[in-house]
Nanobody, 122 residues
Framework: QVQLVESGGGLVQAGGSLRLSCAAS????????MGWFRQAPGKEREFVAG???????YYADSVAGRFTISRDNAKNTVYLQMNTLKPEDTAVYYC????????????????WGQGTQVTVSS
């Protein structure tokens, strides 16, 4: 199983940008479809973005056009570039592998990292 450590969160004003990183352990990282999730206070964790082993990307409607997911298999790292941030993007952001066919949006691993807090002020 891959272990995941998220970083890069912080406090930013609306309209600003942040770049999140997810460092993964394990030699099979490159074979996984990877994704980002977020959980806002009082809400369920939700899918944000996914990237396949062959760099096909897809996004939740709420972030499409503003967020960009990428990966560097040589560094075992997945990134989430977040632009034009909105207060409603405030959440703890997590990464995980994704399971299922096509464009999966469900997490593969049952355990999660500590996440990284993103706070967007209005």
């Amino acid at each position: 199983q891959v272990q995941l450590v998220e970083s890069g969160g912080g406090l930013v004003q609306a309209g600003g940008s942040l770049r999140l990183s997810c460092a993964a352990s394990g030699r099979t990282f490159s074979s996984y479809t990877m994704g980002w999730f977020r959980q806002a206070p009082g809400k369920e964790r939700e899918f944000v973005a996914g990237i396949s082993w062959n760099i096909n990307t897809y996004y939740a409607d709420s972030v499409a056009g503003r967020f960009t997911i990428s990966r560097d298999n040589a560094k075992n790292t997945v990134y989430l570039q977040m632009n034009t941030l909105k207060p409603e993007d405030t959440a703890v952001y997590y990464c995980n592998a994704l399971g299922g066919r096509g464009r999966p949006t469900e997490p593969l691993f049952g355990s999660w990292g500590q996440g990284t807090q993103v706070t967007v002020s209005s």
